[in-house]
């Protein structure tokens, strides 16, 4: 099978206060179409900006698509003009973002904005919009849908709010679904009943899903595959169970070490020392290596390449890599201290 969506050497920038900052820089991914992918790494790492620069978004926030192709079934994304993107978004490719509380207008109903969608997009009457919306909204268990369509967000709780948006994101039968945190203000249940949902309507639809998340339950739960970015770089990229059974990187083992787990009776969580690079600033080196407990000497020097250190298991890491040379898990012997 072909692939859906093909990512090659994108790079996005912004202009600051501070000068310009390097946010995603030289990613590199692809989908196929029914697959699941996740993006995953602390906050400013650069999974929301990889999303945004996808969708076109990023020039409204002062950002800059400054190199890279986003390849979706032979059309390059970075070279659209705002028109063409304008009957793209939500159409081929639909997001749902971060926060449903603030991505929907509070003065609309929900129902005309489900309808915007179907209207601009497949040009249907009003009539027709609103019929297919409630039909949208029964497909996602929205109860009562006939009165509910006439009702305004504050009406409804985060979990319908997320599921509206879930709805509008669908109502074009896209081929590409980008989720920005779509759980990360739902409760542990609603989480679970919104994951079920995606991968219910994924099936349904056969669309391909790139998941943006710093919960590695999400990952475990919905993904395939899964890249980890640091730093507006991806560090480590493999399948879902290669990520939790062999890690090779040592920042995505600092992530799964953070995790809270069954039985836990430490009474501090483990936590990753430091804070991530200043991305307004040149990074010499490895990127994690101020952080990274087992660097060693070349790390501080040499940028690691992003390389296939065993078969379909790409991680940038000089230790990883002389690692996997050696059949060690870990070189202990040239360790330097942080």
């Known amino acids: 099978m072909s692939d859906l969506l093909t990512v090659k050497n994108l790079s996005t920038q912004f202009q600051t206060e501070r000068g310009i900052a390097h946010a995603v820089r030289f990613v590199n991914f692809s989908i196929k179409s029914g697959e699941t992918m996740g993006i995953v790494g602390e906050s400013g790492s650069g999974k929301s900006v990889t999303a945004k620069s996808i969708m076109r978004l990023v020039e409204s926030q002062n950002g800059k698509i400054v190199s890279g192709e986003m390849i979706l079934e032979n059309i390059d994304l970075a070279k659209q003009t705002e028109k063409h993107m304008q009957k793209i978004r939500g159409n081929s490719v639909a997001m749902i973002f971060q926060d449903p509380m603030t991505s929907l207008n509070p003065l609309l109903k929900v129902g005309s904005q489900i309808a915007e969608v179907l209207r601009f997009h497949k040009g249907m009457t009003k009539q027709q919009a609103q019929k297919e919306a409630i039909s949208l909204m029964t497909q996602i268990s929205i109860p009562s849908p006939e009165k509910r369509y006439h009702q305004y967000p504050h009406e409804f709780s985060g979990g319908m709010l997320q599921r509206l948006m879930i709805a509008i994101s669908l109502a074009?039968?896209?081929?590409?679904?980008?989720?920005?945190?779509?759980?990360?203000?739902?409760?542990?249940?609603?989480?679970?009943?919104?994951?079920?949902?995606?991968?219910?309507?994924?099936?349904q639809y056969g669309m391909a899903i790139l998941m943006i998340t710093h919960d590695l339950g999400v990952v475990a739960e919905i993904c395939d595959k899964v890249s980890v970015m640091y730093a507006g770089e991806i560090v480590e990229s493999t399948s879902v169970e290669n990520i939790f059974e062999q890690p090779l990187h040592p920042y995505t083992k600092a992530l799964m070490d953070s995790r809270p787990k069954l039985g836990y009776r430490e009474k501090t969580l483990k936590s990753i020392e430091g804070s991530p690079p200043d991305l307004s600033k040149e990074i010499n080196g490895c990127p994690f290596a101020p952080r990274c407990t087992v660097k060693i000497e070349k790390c501080l020097t040499e940028k690691p390449a992003l390389k296939q250190m065993v078969p379909s298991h790409w991680a940038a890491c000089h230790v990883a890599e002389a690692a996997v040379k050696e059949g060690d898990e870990h070189l202990d012997n040239n360790l330097i201290t942080s």
């Open 172 to 203: 074009c039968k896209p081929k590409l679904l980008i989720a920005d945190e779509p759980t990360t203000a739902l409760d542990v249940t609603i989480q679970a009943q919104i994951l079920r949902l995606m991968k219910e309507l994924q099936q």
